[in-house]
């Protein structure tokens, strides 16, 4: 009689965690996955990578958990992967499962079906991944610093980790892996995991990420990696050609880890190294667990760059420890970070850059905004049907920082902090919704701190398009000197020369550039490089908005500079918005395309889709 009893109970108590769980979050439009019915826990990696073909080949064991019976089938995201057979382990033994992989979808890649025959605990994909997967850049050595070895990286965020892995890809569940990797014995694997600084004699390499993270921070790299030590939880990984100048750089980055953990509580992921890529990287930073992967341009030489460091750190809480649950909550990851970010940059280089850092970004997001389309400037976009990187902007950011720096100002620092390092407890090693957020800033900040914030404000900065009235508009005293400054030169009062430039930071700078007239004459620009030498600034924030503006005004001056600058950077932040003010401008297309027919071969697919639709667009 017991024993139906505890089955009856057993049954109630599963329908009830299900139920709870499928109200908890919204679905993740992006997943085929049946991550409701089985959730893989754990994933075993085997894999070799082979630079000559351009392919990962091995399998990956996946253990499962049922959240309910009667599973019949496990469901896995693809995309272009070659899947050769699926095997499953039950009673002691593996044997040949089957499986359907269906067509590809656009967006979402291809559902791979796979039958469990029951009491089917782990299941084993063998499989290759193709040259043209989304999530991975295969660079041949002259795209590298030593030009002598190859190397390749992955990126998965958002939903590239199933164009290498067949997986259920999405933020809204965890997984721990471990993974042995073969290479080739002069090239050196490392992953977002516990990395062994040593070489291999025999190129066979295990790895172990002991902590549970959604997919899309599972990552790879392999090249001519070589390794720094900085301080007693940070390394630098990179090329040997630039090893010690990225520990000059960023050698702050121990007082970031301390400064984050006063304010936010522990760093939970033991080291924090930092794995410098060749500058094909399309992005600034990626957070990959334990091991962010960061783009050489901000190896500026003067520290002006490393707030992407700080960035990429704060993560480690929002974003790595609490997770978006889907794509449409990214403002969720970086929106937090943006402000963490901010607040360790506060922390440990002072409160004038910090708020430098802030007006620029903000700035930045006001330009942005009248561009992007009203839909796309709501913090809680629409993003279903649509592929995540297509909904790329600067709100889930600079929109997610300031509401933060809202929820600051209201209800004071101490009390914002306090809310923000429970919010990291509360949900460690777990995701979370924009729903969910709601009501959990309801109860632990809205209705405790009555009178402060009103929900209606609340719901205003998340669901409606553009900034609300009440929004923080940081502006920067330092910045106030500049602006008087550069108005006296233009209206002739003062000569350039007697400009005090001389101490000017680069953040000084980039508000100078960015806040001269659009329609400022030739012969202004001209002076102005004579003066600085601004087309060859090795700044690569400098030069970037120098050769944009030059662009909107048609200088040929940079031309040069212009060409090779799109040509060695693969960065998309820096060179998309290039691209699209030279093509806004017919007569400059065969220019533009003379220089994309040498770039293209040297960026990442990512940029490559990017710059290809801009092209389209413009015919
Ligand atoms: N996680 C992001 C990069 C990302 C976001 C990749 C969404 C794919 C989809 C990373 O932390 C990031 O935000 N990088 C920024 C740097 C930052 C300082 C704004 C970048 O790459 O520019
Ligand atoms: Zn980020």
Redesign the pocket.
Known sequence: MIKPLARLLALISIGFTISANAEKFEKDWHTYSNYTDVVSTHVVLDLDINFETKQLKGSIEHHLEYKHKGVQTLILDTRDLDIHKVEAFRAGVWSDTSFKLAERDDVKGSKLTIVLPRMTKRVKVHYNSRPEASGLQWLSPVQTAGKKLPFMFS?S??IHARSWLPIQDTPAMRVSYEAKIHTAKNLRPIMSAKNDPKWNENGDYYFEMPQPIPT?LIAIAAGNIHYKKMSKQTAIYSEPELLDAAAAEFEDTQAMIDATEKMYGKYRWTDYDLLILPPSF??????NPRL?FI?PTVIAGDKSLV??I???LA?SWS?NLVTNAT?RD?WL??GF??YV?NRIMEEVFGKDRAVMEQALAYQGLKEELVDLPKADTILHVVIEGRD??DA?SGVP?TKGQLFLMFLEERFGRDVFDSFLKQYFDDHAFGSIDTRSFTKYIKTNLIDKHSGKVSMAEVKEWITEPMLPANSPRPTSDVFTKVKTHMSSWLSNDTKLSKVPTKNWTVHEWLFFINNLPKDISLKRLNQLDTQFNLTQSTNNEIAHAWLLLNIKRNNPVINTRLADYMITIG???LIVPLYKALLETESKRSFTQEIYNKARPGYHPLAQGTIDALFVAKK
């Not at 399309?282 to 957070?287: L, Q, R």
Request: negative net charge; aromatic residues 16%; glycine residues 10%.
């Open positions: 990126q965020q958002a899309y399309p992005f600034g930073g990626m957070e962010s783009t707030s992407l700080a960035h990429e993560h974003g794509w990214l990851n970086e970070t943006s970010e995540p990187d790329f950011y960065r998309r932040k």
